[in-house]
Nanobody
């Protein structure tokens, strides 16, 4: 069974850090483009970052550029999202996703092309 499982969320004070993990099962994550998304209460889901199939393209939303870092560990079949200098507006449920049907060299999937999603992990930034 193809599955993505996020972990690493929690409660952190403003200025703090968290590292989210997106672990794949049922398939080899290396070679898949992976996106990180978040959804805050009452807001639409938005894409924060993505890494292409060959790691040739890494993209960040302006709101997290310079604070978040996406990376991949193929040996652990996991993609990470390191989040530093967290702000209250980063509070949301964070999801990872992939397009199982596509291979993306030097580009990332369109939002509508992501077809496999994790269950999400809650990140709360509050003092």
């Amino acid at each position: 069974q193809v599955q993505l499982v996020e972990s690493g969320g929690g409660l952190v004070q403003p200025g703090g850090s968290l590292r989210l993990s997106c672990a794949a099962s049922g398939f080899t994550l290396g070679g898949n483009a992976i996106g990180w998304f978040r959804q805050a209460p009452g807001k639409e889901r938005e894409e924060m970052s993505c890494i292409s199939s060959n790691d040739g393209k890494i993209w960040y939303a302006d709101s997290v550029k310079g604070r978040f870092t996406i990376s991949r560990d193929n040996a652990k079949n996991t993609v990470y999202l390191q989040m530093n200098n967290l702000k209250p507006e980063d509070t949301a449920v964070y999801y990872c996703a992939t397009d199982m049907a596509g291979t993306y060299y030097y580009t990332c999937p369109a939002i509508d092309d992501y077809d496999t999603w994790g269950q999400g992990t809650q990140v709360t930034v509050s003092s």
